[in-house]
């Protein structure tokens, strides 16, 4: 897993638009991609309307600023089997954010925890920003 992913979970525990195109950019995709699109986002709790999508708050930026991987069975990994992953964000607030994430071997066995905190700013006025250079 990536670190954006990770931290996503910021993002989608405080019902943020964090989807690589814009809503607008949603509504006007042929079908079946704006059906496919639209049902991921109210699966996931976003809406399906342009107005829902609109209303969510805007993220900014998103940036690591440390991680940490506790392997608790190290002996008991392998890649070559599927493992469950659990996330969780039970904090978030002055710009930043804490992410949980406990991997799991198929028995139910917790292997290892990880540990990740970052920089998360929304746009205050849900507005698209560019560059500033």
């Known amino acids: 897993m990536s670190d954006s992913f990770m931290l996503g979970t910021i993002i989608r525990a405080n019902d943020a638009w964090g989807h690589r195109l814009t809503p607008r ?24 309307t342009l107005a829902e999508w609109e209303a969510r708050p805007r993220l900014g930026m998103m940036v690591s600023l440390d991680h940490s991987i506790y392997f608790h069975e190290p002996r008991r990994v392998r890649a070559d089997e599927w ?51």
Do not use: H
Request: glycine share 10%.
């Open 83 to 133: 493992m469950f992953c659990e996330y969780d964000s039970p904090w978030a607030g002055e710009e930043r954010g804490l992410v949980i994430q406990r991997v799991f071997a198929k028995d139910g066995t917790l292997l290892a925890s990880c540990v990740q905190e970052g920089v998360v700013r929304l746009n205050q006025d849900g507005t698209e920003q560019g560059s500033k250079l």
């Open 25 to 48: 950019e949603v509504d006007a995709l042929p079908e079946p991609q704006r059906s496919e699109v639209v049902r991921e986002l109210e699966r996931t709790g976003l809406g399906s």
